[in-house]
């Protein structure tokens, strides 16, 4: 398997459409021929505190072309960690000022889909045991001292009372401000524990019993912090009155409440951030937090400007219309300035978070620079946020506003031309007026969408998120078989599929 591996190394570095498109086949036999060998087999790992698959089989069994495995439903596969998930993570938005904390906690208390710390645990699973720091990984989450069990994430590494000043909650912690400041003596610094690499492994396998580092399971936590703080920013900035089919946090609290409870969240998050011990991880989920603004701006820009936003490049172009099924030119009607901000701001949006968390969740897994399980998971990540988004934005004009748990053609009242509406405009020009002043005047919005209904918009926009969560499970061939990987192809499914 390590040749097998090398082998698709350097093919993993054109993950995008037209080279995963040229490579399927041969993607395929080496998958097969490779999970065939004795590589295959699970590697056997001490049980890790977060694993509840102790008594699966050791090895996944073999399958042909007339049986296969059946699928596997990723909420009912992982949903006892996903319970935990959200029932610890409110110990991790405690605050001296309680109304800050009943606004934090807000929409982590409503029904939520959780698709974002979902794939961070099913890709931790699928492909924990495979990278080349693995065995350091799973040692640092057992070895007291080095900073990688449950446990020692919930421990500042600064003291307790200068990272958290006064705090009513940590009375015996923190200093009041009733007094003037003395210098404490410093803190006693215990050594930490040195890892001693073992012999390695000839090849790559999976970890038996399926296993969860605690850091993964953090990061999960985290990277749902900060898709709620973006949520409770974006419904600022929308005017959004309903969230999750109940009033949103700024009709429940005010704007400057819910504002200052986002700051709140992505502070918080970082925090937590900074002891997963992965500073390539803070890079990537420090990015996230960039690309949601740049995607607001991007966005906001294009509302106002009319999405004018710089030219397609040809190779876009090109790539655009292979995955529509009909040739793009720079002239058609559709408007190549609108698809260029349209689809970057769905990625910086949506799909920037999906897929850095989901490469950070396999880096804390200990897989290495030059390995396969990062490019995996982050071209996983990026087509399946994509397609979410497309999604979405379908079901903005499909779905019932009790569907969405927030009103529906929301979209066209903020002024934004979403796909369905882009695909429209290419078959009725009258589109294109009412694109360009924003849907302003009075009835306009209706008049879009009667054009959205009487185009293949929707249907159009629906065929671009297949042919995104397509190529998503197509690079998921590049794992070994495992339940993780049949509940991510699962799952690439349902995101398609969703009615709501």
């Not at 803190?187 to 890892?195: F, G, M």
């Amino acid at each position: 398997m390590r040749r097998w591996t090398a082998n698709i190394s350097a093919r993993a570095r054109c993950l995008g459409s037209r080279c995963l498109t040229n490579s399927t086949q041969v993607t395929r036999r080496r998958h097969s021929s490779a999970l065939a060998q004795p590589a295959a087999k699970l590697r056997p790992e001490s049980t890790l505190s977060n694993s509840n698959n102790a008594n699966k089989p050791t090895a996944p069994p073999t399958t042909t072309a007339t049986s296969l495995p059946p699928p596997v439903d990723p909420y009912k596969y992982l949903a006892p960690e996903l319970k935990r998930l959200r029932t610890t993570l409110l110990h991790l938005l405690g605050s001296s000022h309680p109304s800050l904390t009943q606004i934090a906690e807000y929409y982590f208390l409503q029904p939520s889909k959780q698709i974002r710390p979902l794939l961070v645990l099913l890709f931790s699973r699928a492909t924990n045991g495979l990278g080349g720091d693995w065995d350091e990984k799973r040692w640092g989450a057992e070895q007291e001292g080095a900073r990688g069990r449950a446990e020692e994430l919930d421990r500042p590494l600064s003291r307790p009372d200068v990272l958290n000043d006064w705090n009513p909650n940590m009375p015996d912690h923190t200093h009041s401000f009733q007094s003037v400041y003395e210098l404490p003596p410093p803190r006693a610094v215990s050594s930490q524990p040195i890892y001693s690499p073992r012999a390695a492994l000839a090849d790559p396998a999976l970890a038996s019993p399926e296993a969860l580092l605690p850091s993964q399971l953090r990061l999960a936590q985290i990277v749902e912090m900060i898709h709620v703080a973006s949520l409770l920013h974006d419904d600022v900035i929308d005017g959004a009155t309903l969230r999750r089919g109940a009033p949103s946090a700024p009709a429940a609290f005010g704007n400057k409440l819910a504002v200052l409870a986002g700051d709140f969240l992505l502070g918080r998050a970082s925090a937590a951030l900074s002891r997963l011990g992965s500073e390539e991880v803070v890079e990537l989920i420090a990015g996230v937090i960039a690309n949601l603004v740049e995607g607001e701006i991007l966005q906001m820009q294009s509302a106002l400007n009319g999405g004018k936003a710089g030219p397609l490049s040809e190779s876009f172009l090109g790539e655009l219309g292979m995955e529509l099924g009909r040739e793009v030119g720079r002239e058609t009607p559709m408007g190549r300035e609108m698809w260029n901000v349209y689809l970057k701001k769905s990625y910086l949006k949506t799909a920037s978070l999906i897929a850095k968390s989901a490469r950070a969740a396999v880096v804390l897994g200990g897989a290495r620079e030059g390995e396969i399980w990062k490019e995996v998971a982050y071209a996983y990540g990026r087509n399946i946020g994509i397609a979410f988004q497309l999604v979405d934005d379908v079901l903005d004009y499909e779905a019932a506003g009790s569907q969405l748990g927030k009103p529906g053609g929301a979209d066209l009242q903020l002024g934004l031309a979403t796909g369905p509406a882009l695909f429209a405009w290419e078959e009725h020009a009258a589109m294109g007026p009412l694109i360009s002043r924003k849907f302003e005047q009075k009835g306009d919005v209706e008049l879009a969408r009667d054009l959205v209904r009487r185009s293949s918009g929707v249907e159009r926009t629906r065929a671009l998120a297949q042919a995104h969560a397509d190529k998503a499970r197509e690079v998921l061939l590049l794992l070994p078989e495992s339940d993780a990987r049949r509940a991510l192809d699962a799952l690439a499914e349902r995101v398609v599929k969703r009615t709501s």
